[in-house]
């Protein structure tokens, strides 16, 4: 017992404590440094977790809950909590408690305690003196987890605990019946039974004979390789059950868990390492649990491959709503789920599967949640959350996603589309205004976290996009972007990125714009020089296509040539072709002369008169005066005739020029310079004498 003194002294550090530090946050407590406090009105919260202390603190009256783990503590004395009447929660996890340590009156005053956590120490349970819980008439949850390892059965000890709801301890394989002992079945309130270190590789009949009021088992720990029938079917109140295999042997021991619990009130069985060897998972599991309640069924780490069916929606019970197939190496998956609300597929194989089908086959679904994180995925059919008007909450992070390829306008209750961890480095102009669409109807956020994005000019129609919907995407101070440099920015300040990238866009657009336009304006001055160059040669070669197709043909022409020459003369030179060139040549030489006046056919486009005019001739006689020269159509003739020597006779001279006036050089085109330069010209003298001469010449050279 405490001396006078000391219970004074406690008394007048409690009050101290609680008038002049009532703060709602852990500050130094006044009577021991090395804990922190709480205060909440009258009571105070003790924290003196990991500060190597040896002994248990004198502490005032008032405490309310007393956090001692991860410290040296050995010994646990008579009364050492006497004067803690108010004590509800005490923790004395990870100390170096021993059983011999533990004194028999050790827990006296804690009438009103509620929970005990001392696992984490060397205390072998059923050696602890008799009677030592009988003080704790409250205690509603009690951890004795990871002691050391019991021999024999504990119920003896424990089964003072009439009020315990909460059991987690170290259970060692009975040799022979019940795992705890008869004293257990005195503990009516036990509810909740979590294992620790556990040898149980076999459970049957008896296993839980003195705990068939648990509600709550969960022996995850035990390496369970047995199970024989009716372990559990006596468990009415049965709603939890975990159980981790070791090894299984039969696939007969999961059929007889099942059955079990068809007569029990199951909400939810969690099933870890069932299929050692890769199946397809057996469908009786939902045929038998279909004759129950189950809401939530969790089958995880497993070898399963396929979980595909195409019967009718029996096989899945209509009351579940969270199916659990995490970790099990599925390649394959698509059930009947119309009342499902969540579905976990997180950490398969299922990316090839899910790029051309989907995973439900019911035509409507009340789907609420789904994850298919960690499933190698890289496309998404177009369809695959069709009818999900429900889903609130689609998980695709992890996978090697570069894109959305599925259609969200079905997504009409969606909030969160985790995205995060993929290959995503923008969102096209389609996606954006598919999203967009999403946001005006829905509260949907969008997590892009640990994609590479990309900042580009290709890119800031998205970036601005994302700026504009700041508050729709999630942890966006950790969304990282790689610029064209190769360089990698966070963007935690967007806006004055994607200011910076606009800005220097459009330098890059003037500069591009301004190239181009140089670009094009060089080509069309290129392209018009060398038309305007080759503009005879171009006019040339259309006129005598043209004229091959639609020129006129007279079916009695037989000669090379229908002409001896065409006479290309201004029409102020009319009389001097009819009185001198007809008489002069044609009768009285009997040559042919095309005059245009007289053989260009009525109705024929004038130009292709010219052109079949000088094609039909063997020469061309250019009557050469200023008129000739003023004349469109004169130079017209010079030109196509010029233009014919060169591309249809061979390079042969076949244009004569005739000065029938006395024209300046300097007034003479450079074309027809040239041709007078090559003497390709004769004169007309106004003398009878040299005129006589002139026809000479002119016969000789048109004959």
């Not at 804990?35 to 003196?48: A, G, L, M, P, S």
């Not at 559990?232 to 709603?239: D, G, T, V």
């Not at 996603?401 to 102009?429: G, Q, R, V, Y």
């Not at 956020?445 to 900042?455: A, G, R």
Request: proline content about 3%; some cysteine; aromatic content about 12%.
């Amino acid at each position: 017992m405490k001396s006078i003194l000391e219970v004074l002294i406690l008394w007048i550090s409690c009050k101290i404590t609680t008038c002049t530090n009532n703060l709602p946050y852990f500050h130094q407590c006044l009577f021991d440094l090395r804990c922190q406090c709480r205060n909440d009105k009258e009571f105070v919260y003790v924290d003196c977790a990991s500060q190597e202390l040896k002994d248990i603190p004198h502490l005032p009256f008032n405490v309310k809950t007393l956090n001692l783990s991860n410290n040296s503590i050995q010994f646990i004395k008579d009364y050492s909590f006497d004067n803690l009447a108010n004590l509800t929660d005490l923790d004395l996890t990870g100390n170096k408690l021993q059983t011999k340590t533990v004194e028999r009156c050790a827990f006296e005053g804690l009438n009103q305690l509620k929970r005990l956590t001392i696992a984490n120490n060397d205390i072998a349970v059923m050696y602890l003196p008799e009677g030592i819980f009988k003080p704790l008439v409250s205690l509603m949850y009690l951890n004795v987890k990871h002691n050391a390892f019991p021999e024999k059965s504990q119920g003896k000890i424990i089964g003072d605990l009439r009020t315990l709801e909460t059991l987690e301890i170290d259970i060692r394989e009975p040799y022979v019946g019940s795992l705890f002992g008869k004293g257990v079945s005195f503990m009516k309130s036990l509810k909740r039974l979590v294992s620790g270190l556990c040898t149980v590789y076999m459970l049957a009949s008896m296993s839980f004979m003195h705990t068939e009021q648990l509600e709550h088992v969960d022996i995850s720990s035990c390496p369970i390789s047995i199970v024989i029938r009716d372990t559990f079917s006596n468990m009415h109140s049965l709603k939890f059950v975990k159980v981790h295999f070791r090894k299984l042997l039969y696939s007969a021991q999961v059929d007889n868990i099942i059955r079990d619990l068809q007569t029990t009130p199951i909400d939810t069985l969690i099933l870890e390492r069932t299929f050692f060897t890769a199946v397809i998972f057996p469908y009786d599991v939902f045929s038998y649990l279909n004759k129950t309640n189950i809401r939530s069924l969790h089958i995880t780490n497993n070898m399963l491959t396929t979980s595909y069916t195409s019967s009718s929606f029996e096989y899945l019970p209509p009351s579940l709503r969270h199916l659990d197939f995490s970790s099990d190496r599925l390649r394959q998956l698509s059930i009947y789920m119309p009342y499902l609300l969540r579905l976990n597929l997180r950490n398969n194989s299922l990316g090839t599967f899910l790029a051309g089908h989907s995973y439900m086959l019911s035509a409507k679904t009340d789907l609420q949640s789904i994850d298919l994180s960690m499933n190698n995925i890289h496309y998404l059919t177009f369809s695959m959350f069709h009818n999900n008007v429900r889903l609130e909450v689609i998980n695709l992070s992890h996978n090697h996603l570069i894109d959305i390829t599925f259609d969200t306008s079905h997504l009409l209750s969606i909030k969160i589309l985790d995205l995060s961890d993929n290959s995503i480095t923008h969102f096209n102009e389609t996606i954006i205004n598919a999203i967009t669409t999403l946001f005006k109807a829905t509260y949907l956020k969008i997590d892009l976290t640990n994609n590479m994005l990309q900042c580009s000019c290709n890119t800031v129609k998205f970036l601005r996009w994302v700026l504009d919907h700041n508050n729709r995407f999630l942890n966006k101070e950790r969304y990282m972007c790689k610029l064209e440099n190769g360089n990698i920015a966070n963007l935690t300040s967007l806006k004055e990125t994607v200011n910076q990238i606009k800005k220097e866009c459009s330098s890059y657009s003037t500069l591009i714009v301004c190239v181009s336009v140089g670009i094009f304006a060089a080509i069309l001055i290129l392209c018009s020089g060398l038309i305007y160059r080759h503009r005879w040669t171009l006019r040339y070669m259309y006129y005598t296509t043209k004229s091959k197709y639609y020129r006129y043909k007279p079916v009695e022409m037989d000669e090379m040539y229908s002409f001896n020459a065409f006479v290309s003369y201004s029409d102020k030179e009319k009389d001097f072709i009819i009185n001198e060139w007809i008489p002069n040549i044609e009768q009285a030489c009997d040559m042919k002369l095309c005059i245009h006046q007289r053989d260009f056919l009525p109705g024929e486009d004038i130009t292709a008169n010219i052109t079949n005019a000088i094609r039909e001739s063997k020469k061309t006689v250019c009557i050469v005066t200023q008129s000739f020269l003023d004349s469109y159509y004169c130079i017209f003739e010079f030109n196509m005739a010029r233009i014919e020597s060169i591309y249809s006779r061979g390079g042969r001279s076949t244009t004569f020029l005739v000065f029938y006036e006395n024209i300046q050089p300097k007034d003479l085109p450079l074309v027809m310079l040239e041709l007078v330069h090559q003497q390709s010209y004769i004169e007309y003298h106004h003398d009878q004498q040299g005129n006589v001469v002139f026809w000479e010449k002119i016969k000789e050279v048109i004959k």
